[in-house]
Antibody, heavy 118, light 108 residues
Framework: QVQLVQSGAEVKKPGASVKISCEASGYTFISYFLHWVRQAPGQGLEWVGT????????NYAQRFQGRVTMTSDTSARTVFLDLNSLRSEDTAVYYC???????????WGQGTLVTVSS | EIQMTQSPSTLSASVGDRVTITCRASQSISRWLAWYQQRPGKAPKLLIY???SLQSGVPLRFSGSGSGTEFTLTISSLQPGDFAVYYC??????????FGQGTRVEIK
């Protein structure tokens, strides 16, 4: 079936970097954009950015510009989110989600908890 | 960036009740609006897209309406599994896309 499986929880110190992955299966990987959405503890959903799974284009939320990189490995059917200069406010569950054209985000990963703490 | 405002923030209701959640956009988004349900500890789940299209597998008691700047999600008869947080999302542009702050539906 169509699914997105994310890498496991991470604990990082302030100033460090984290790279989390999202592996897709059950559909034509390169045909879709994948998005990253995060959720701080007890808070709402915040869009981080998007990457074209087939390679190339990535767009990031302005507040993350300069700190975030999203990439795709088509052979591994996996997209990556790389976030650097971590601070405590980056503590959140990070979700990947498939954009289904004009039909919203129809498939979500299970989420990856990133904890930033000294 | 388009701002999305949901109301109410919290809604107390009983099983069998009809409930309505409203979402307003800061500018027209035509019908590019989705609704998601999020249960505790779980990823969001798509319920409605293009303002009123029901995602496959979602029960018929969920419905959406609206266009332009005002939208509603209605649950016709609340079931025990419906107590959750609901988010609207505009995707007039996916970059950036924005979410409402969420509406918690709790048991009265």
């Amino acid at each position: 079936q169509v699914q997105l499986v994310q890498s496991g929880a991470e604990v990082k110190k302030p100033g460090a970097s984290v790279k989390i992955s999202c592996e897709a299966s059950g559909y034509t990987f390169i045909s879709y954009f994948l998005h990253w959405v995060r959720q701080a503890p007890g808070q709402g959903l915040e869009w981080v950015g998007t990457v074209k799974a087939g390679g190339g284009a990535a767009n990031y939320a302005q507040r993350f510009q300069g700190r975030v990189t999203m990439t795709s490995d088509t052979s591994a059917r996996t997209v990556f989110l790389d976030l650097n200069s971590l601070r405590s406010e980056d503590t959140a569950v990070y979700y990947c989600a498939r954009e289904n054209g004009g039909d919203g985000f129809d498939v979500w990963g299970q989420g990856t908890l990133v904890t930033v703490s000294s | 960036e388009i701002q999305m405002t949901q109301s109410p923030s919290t809604l107390s209701a009983s099983v069998g009740d009809r409930v309505t959640i409203t979402c307003r956009a800061s500018q027209s988004i035509s019908r590019w609006l989705a609704w998601y349900q999020q249960r505790p500890g779980k990823a969001p789940k798509l319920l409605i897209y293009k303002a009123s299209s029901l995602q496959s597998g979602v029960p018929l008691r969920f419905s959406g309406s609206g266009s332009g700047t005002e939208f509603t999600l209605t649950i016709s008869s609340l079931q025990p599994g419906d107590f959750a947080v609901y988010y609207c999302q505009q995707y007039n542009s996916y970059s950036p896309t924005t979410f409402g702050q969420g509406t918690r539906v709790e048991i009265k």
